[in-house]
Structures are given as C-alpha cells and as structure tokens.
C-alpha cells in the first residue's frame, strides 16, 4: 500500500488519524511530543547510543547494520503488542525526528501489512517549527481575562469553579506542573520547555478564540518554565477580576493548599534560600522556627505580609489593565469560592454579550 505524506499538524487535520505514532526513542520522546502521540520506538535510548558511536567511531555500513537488526526487533515487538488489536483500516500518522529513516522503517513495514500510512514529512522538526511560529511569531487574538490577586486568594481553585461551569480557561500552572510560588515546585516535576509549550498550544486549539478565556495572573515564568511571548504579550493588555480576602482567611487557605509542602520540611527550609531578596537572618531564623515548631498558620502569614504581599502591591501600582471588578471574601471556604465562580459568571456573560 502506497505511504502518504503530509507537512499538515493543525488539530483539524491530525483528527484524520487513528492514532500518531512517535518512533522516536524513549528520552526523546520526555523531552517533548505531539499531544496525543503513542511512543513506539524503533531504537531506544542506548540503542541508539550504540548506533551512533558505531557510526562515529568505525563505520555506517556496520552502524546500519546493527541498527536495522535492532529496528527488525522493535517493530516485530510492537506489531506483537501496541498494534496486535489494531484493524485493517487502522489510520496512522508516523514521526520520528526529521523524517529519516526510523520514521521511514515503521511506515514501510506498517504499510506491507495493508494499514494506510502516513508520513509526518520533516517529522517532529515539521510539529516544533509550527509550535514556534504560532506561541512566538503569530498573534493569537485571543480574549484572555485575568483572575487576579494577593497570593492565597484561592484564585486556581476558582478557576477550575469555572472550567466546571463550562467558561473557558486555560491552567498555566498545571500546564507547567508548578503553582506560582517560592514554594510551587515541592513535590511536581516541570516538563520541558518544549513540552510545556506543546501543552498549552493544545490546550488553546481546544478552546473558541471568540469567546472569552479566563487564566491566573501570573508573571513571565512559571517556575522555569517561560509564558511564550503570544501569550504573555495577550496577557500584558488583558482585562481583569481582582480576587480580595483578609491575611488571615489566606493564611488558613494556604495550610490546607500546600498540606503535601508542609509535610516536607527538608524542601521547605530549601525553597527559604531560594528567596529572591533576602529577608535577613532575625526573620528567617524566626519564620524557620515556625516551621519547625509546626506554626504553619502564623509562618503563612509572616511570608505573605513581608514577602508576598510587597511584591504584589508594587507590581499592582504599576498595573494599567483594565479592571472588570473587585471580588471580595470574607473567607476561602468552597462555598465563598463558589460564590465567587457565581459572579464571575455574570461577569462573563456581560463580556460573551459585549462580542
């Protein structure tokens, strides 16, 4: 059966395929890869190690070789396992690095066996260069709202309030498995930057740019991962909704919001050195020494007021963006951020009739 070529990886198109196949190998693959795309690999990580110093150091001819026994071994596997249940009009799009040769292996083999095949032409340069030029060269257009704040205001957990009413959102912080703060890398582990980017580039094909979409104030990183410049340039001149409640009611929320950092003293003393302006030794001793005597209510509210809250303030001063309207609590339990979810719906339906 004749192979077929595309260069096309828009989400309307790839909806023509039953399944996208990434050949590539396992590391490669965790670094960063079409959403959606199954990793069958046609050599993995020191298969391909090996394949390449053989080519380097002695000669091609041996490195393929070895390389196309181990190929052979591979596919012969997935044909066996990932692919046994697969029917004959199974559908795939196939991709390795540059559309070379392990790309070219699978799509041969899979196409013999009567499966109409199709090549990702340039492969995952082809998907990557597309991610680029729309997260940093093409604007977006889109209606972004901000959902603002002093820290502890609850505002991620109102913004999935939203997402289960059916408003639009899109979740930078879960994107980038990381929650804003000093503190929001206890206990997750960031993707990549690519991997981020590819996340949240599927993320807003999912969603009507016409309408509007609500995400978290944050700055230009999210931990180290970076807000592409598409979106933080949208976000630089979004309206937004400011989200108040007292220190207390914040200190209280916060406990209960980071239980799992609490329960790990050794990276909450680390994420301490890590302040960006040195607090000085009285009070960091003094906010260490809540933490070790489990004063997790009072540690919350010494950060917030001599660290957090500054740093809002003074980027607030300067904040021009237009503001929609002040939300303010009197606490942060489910049912105040229900009823915060409740008025930003008005909120948005005021905006959905003003398009």
Known sequence: MEIRHTEAVDAQSLKYYDAILDVRSPGEFAEDHMPGAENLPVLDDAERAEVGTIYVQQSRF????????????NIARHLEGALADRPASFR???????GGQRSNAMATILSQVGWPVTLLTGGYKTYRRTVTARLYEEAQNLRLVLLDGHTGTAKTEILGRLAARGLQTLDLEGLAAHRGSLFGAIG?????????????????DALDPARPIFVEAESSKI????????????????????????LDARARYLVTAYGDIIRNPVELDAAFARLP??????????????????????????????????????SAR???????????LSDLSAGSQERAADEIMGLAAGLDSAS
């Open 318 to 328: 300067k904040d021009q963006r237009p503001r929609l309207g002040v939300i303010a």
């Open 62 to 73: 041996l490195a393929r070789r070895i390389g196309a026994a181990h190929v052979a071994r």
């Open 188 to 204: 997750r582990e960031q993707p990549s930057q690519k991997m981020f980017e590819s996340r949240l580039l599927a993320e807003l």
């Open 223 to 246: 931990g180290e991962r970076m807000t592409p410049p598409v979106i933080w340039k949208a976000m630089q001149a979004a309206p937004r909704v400011e989200i108040t409640a007292p």
């Open 277 to 314: 302006v040195y607090p000085g030794q009285k009070r960091l001793e003094n906010w260490r020494g809540l933490a070790g005597a489990g004063a997790f209510e009072e540690l919350a509210s010494a950060l917030m007021e001599h660290h957090y809250d500054p740093a809002y303030d003074r």
């Open 92 to 98: 795939p799009l196939i991709y390795c690095w540059r």
